[in-house]
């Protein structure tokens, strides 16, 4: 089973930036697709972004394009969150999630494996 390892959350002014980080105990990591996805209280989890196995197709919610970047260090077995141009709006427990299959997929119930989440708080 693969365990998933988030980090890099905390509380940022809007306008800031913040880089998450999700490390991933697989050695095959690289097989993988990736995905980020974020939980507001009282909302349902939604996706944010999504990464192919090689790094060369990426997928965004329309609500963080142009701000959010995702990316991959396969050699690291770790994915990344680059978020700029924060709003209140993005404040929300942010998760990591990993896939087998042939490409992206932008919703929770196609990902086998799951972080356990990192805050992250917008203040206006």
């Known amino acids: 089973q693969v365990q998933l390892v988030e980090s890099g959350g905390g509380l940022v002014q809007a306008g800031g930036s913040l880089r998450l980080s999700c490390a991933a105990s697989e050695r095959t990591f690289s097989s993988y697709a990736m995905g980020w996805f974020r939980q507001a209280p009282g909302k349902e989890r939604e996706f944010v972004a999504a990464?192919?196995?090689?790094?060369?197709?990426?997928y965004y919610a329309d609500s963080v394009k142009g701000r959010f970047t995702i990316s991959r260090d396969n050699a690291k077995n770790t994915v990344y969150l680059q978020m700029n141009s924060l709003k209140p709006e993005d404040t929300a427990v942010y998760y990591c999630a990993a896939r087998r299959g042939i490409g992206v997929r932008r919703t929770p119930d196609e990902y086998d494996y799951w972080g356990q989440g990192t805050q992250v708080t917008v203040s206006s």
């Open positions: 990464i192919n196995w090689s790094g060369g197709s990426t």
